[in-house]
């Protein structure tokens, strides 16, 4: 199955939109060999026992799956959200690097459309030299057909949330907690998010950031995806890795 993918890049308040595809994998299962029926003769011995073939677990995949339990869990108790009924989806890797200072870049998935989720992955992040400009990599949901949508990034001092409209895209101001961080270049960190109800939680390290209050006159249901901001112009510009990427689902 193919999977399309957005490309939309913003320049302080103004963007460029582009498309492109993504070509998704489609497991196939490999069924069993058949049988050969050969003629018994007439004197057979007794047959040396075969062992049956075992499946060996994919011991990351199983420690993946815990560990983002484990935060549904912990967001449950939280009060985040509702309930840990969901469905579990391990998404694409995102690897980018951007060299246009005060540019954005989102990119986005039609075949994930969740409305209410917990994500979580693990992030690195670098800028080619010293910069004050915003300059980070992030996720983007809630993402309309005409670009309109979330977009979240990890800077090395704060968290920066933005809605991106036609136009122009606006910082959200946070409702609760410092929405700072304290990271040098190149960063990395494991980054966990939970959207339930107008309501985003940010988690870096498993330590809560902020509480981000989202407007409610605009849809939550909306293409997930990933993005990065440029914070200067030099040989890579910033690099994004976004690695472990998975996705929660919440059940209605």
Not at 159 to 164: E, L, N, Q, S
Not at 224 to 229: A, K, Q
Request: hydrophobic residues 30%; contains cysteine.
């Amino acid at each position: 199955m193919d999977r399309r993918t957005f490309l939309f890049l913003s320049l302080a308040v103004l963007f460029v939109m582009a498309c492109s595809t993504v070509g998704g994998l489609v497991a196939t299962p490999t069924p069993p060999p058949t049988p050969t029926e050969t003629p018994s003769p007439t004197v057979t011995p007794s047959p040396t026992a075969t062992l049956k073939p075992t499946f060996t677990p994919d011991v990351a995949a199983t420690q993946r799956y815990d560990d983002i339990l484990t935060q549904v869990e912990r967001f449950k108790e939280a009060g985040h959200i509702p309930t840990t009924k969901g469905k579990y989806i391990e998404l694409p890797e995102y690897h980018k690097e951007w060299a246009q200072r005060q540019w954005s870049t989102r990119e986005w998935y039609y075949d994930y459309e969740p409305e209410s989720f917990v994500f979580t992955a693990h992030a690195k992040w670098s800028t080619a030299g010293p910069t004050s400009e915003t300059s980070g990599c992030g996720i983007a949901f809630a993402t309309q057909d005409d670009g309109r949508g979330y977009g979240i990034f990890l800077d090395k001092a704060r968290i920066f949330f933005a809605y991106y409209d036609l136009k122009y895209y606006y910082e959200l101001g946070k409702t609760r907690g410092s929405g700072r961080l304290d990271f040098g270049n190149p960063a990395e960190a494991k980054f966990s998010l939970a959207v339930h109800d107008y309501k985003a939680y940010v988690y870096v390290d498993d330590v809560f950031i902020g509480e981000y209050s989202l407007s409610k006159d605009k849809p939550l249901q909306g293409y997930f995806g990933y993005g990065l901001i440029s914070g200067t112009n030099k040989d890579y510009g910033t690099r994004c890795d976004i690695t472990e990427p998975r996705l929660w689902q919440i059940s209605p």
